[in-house]
């Protein structure tokens, strides 16, 4: 089997295992990126058989698809727990640290990530990484302050590069209408005090650190599917 489609496969079976934390009237995250894609597919199917879910959705993407596929889709006004969420990740680091925002979707995903009982990850076994950092992590940042950001960055010893639309329009704007940058580092050794001091540059909106958050990750491989826990 070619390795891009070994691959797939290993998100698709990850995908399927995430099913069985979903349980009837959950109120269900719907995260953002190809693997959570598939696993939204499959949660479309279910509902088409009857199942009675919603789902809040991190990112515009995310809750088109779902709409598409007949997912009745809820929010923060109506609810504010939600009951399982389902994401990828770039890297998945030790004690379930993550990196994520390869998709650009980081900010809306760390705020259903932060509403959630229970947060699993799903993704191919090429995502875990004994440390973080060779994934260059992304930054969301007030358009504005992206100079004075970049620049403490570079203090903090990261290489930022703003990010391009894949449709060549200039840089990649994210859903709240902010730049990513991503930033280039020679690995993350302490993500806690990296992401600290991250936080505390004025104009950061958010970073790609998830730290704390997930409860499980299912990992899919040609050896098939585990789950590995912090
Ligand atoms: C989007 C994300 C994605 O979850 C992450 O990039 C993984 O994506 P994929 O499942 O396509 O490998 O964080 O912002």
Redesign the pocket.
């Known amino acids: 089997m070619p390795e891009a489609s070994a691959q797939q496969a290993a ?1 698709l079976a990850a995908a399927q295992h995430a099913l069985r934390y979903v349980e009837p009237g959950n109120v269900v995250g719907l ?8 696993f939204i597919q499959l949660l479309g199917e279910r509902v088409k058989q009857g199942l009675r879910i919603q789902g809040i959705a ?2 515009q993407d995310s809750e088109n698809l779902a709409r598409s596929l007949g997912i009745p889709i809820t929010d923060f006004t109506k609810h504010q727990v939600i009951d399982v969420a389902i ?4 890297e998945i680091g030790p004690a379930m640290s993550l ?8 900010l809306r ?1 760390k705020i259903v990530a932060s509403a959630c009982k229970r947060f699993i990850i ?3 076994d090429t ?1 875990l990484v004994a440390q973080l950092g060779a994934f260059p992590l ?1 930054i969301e940042v007030i358009p504005m302050a992206v100079p004075l950001v970049d620049a403490r960055l570079r203090d903090l010893g990261f290489t930022p590069k703003i990010r391009q639309a894949k449709d060549g329009s200039g840089n990649y704007i994210t859903d709240e209408g902010n730049i990513l940058l991503d930033c280039t580092s020679s690995g993350i050794v302490d993500p806690e005090e990296t992401a600290a001091e991250i936080r505390s540059i004025i104009g950061v909106v958010e970073h ?1 650190l998830f730290l704390g958050m997930a409860e499980r990750a299912i990992i899919a491989g040609e050896d098939g599917v585990r789950e590995v826990m912090p």
């Open positions: 998100k995260g953002s990126g190809s693997t959570a894609s598939l991190s990112s994401d990828g990740a770039d990196i994520k925002g390869g998709g650009g979707k980081l995903e799903v993704a191919d995502k992304p790609g």
